[in-house]
């Protein structure tokens, strides 16, 4: 029994990392609570982050892979492990879906700057730099995940899709939306008020 658990937990873990087998299924297999965070100090932004909250199951498989001491932490050489791990999920744009006045957009650029364990939950931050400078008092920037894969479910925490901070937090209206697109689960439009 223990040893078809390491097999299982292996190919969980092999399939995050490196995601070949996963485009052929049919739906989702690891789940990932993500929403974004704006710092609004201005609001005009160029910067920013997104969170995700893996499954407790996807999880724990990960953690038998990076946690080599198994004290439940990523720490150290671990957390660089791991961080690195992630980045294989560039070549799915991190399932980001961004737009600015309806027109597509892709990141500039994507880092991988944390990874931890939450509640037994692995969890990590993106670090995400637009193309452009988005003047939400001009524009209204749109916000989801989606895998066009089918592989990751990337859900709506209770919480909302965003998150807002900053001296000018309050002046903007975050507005969620459903999704056509059969992949996600909702939309957030910001705006702000002039």
Known sequence: MLSWRRCVCKAMSASLLWLGAGQVLAHPHI??????????????????????????F?????????????DGQLLGAEKATAAKAM??????????RLQVDGREIQPADVQVVDVGVVDQAMTVRLGIVLPET???????FRMGFGDRENYFALVTPDEGLIKLTGMMAETC?????EADEF????????????
């Open 58 to 70: 996807s999880s724990l498989d990960m953690l038998m892979e990076f946690d080599k001491n198994a």
């Open 183 to 194: 992949y996600m689960e909702g939309w957030v439009d910001l705006h702000c008020d002039t």
């Open 134 to 140: 988005v003047d939400l008092q001009q524009s209204t």
């Open 173 to 177: 209206t975050p507005a969620e939306q």
């Open 87 to 96: 980045t294989n999920l560039a070549q799915y744009q991190y399932f980001l």
């Open 31 to 56: 789940w990932i609570d993500s929403y974004y965070q704006v710092n609004l100090t201005t609001p005009a932004i160029q910067t920013v982050d997104a969170y995700w909250k893996f499954d407790v």
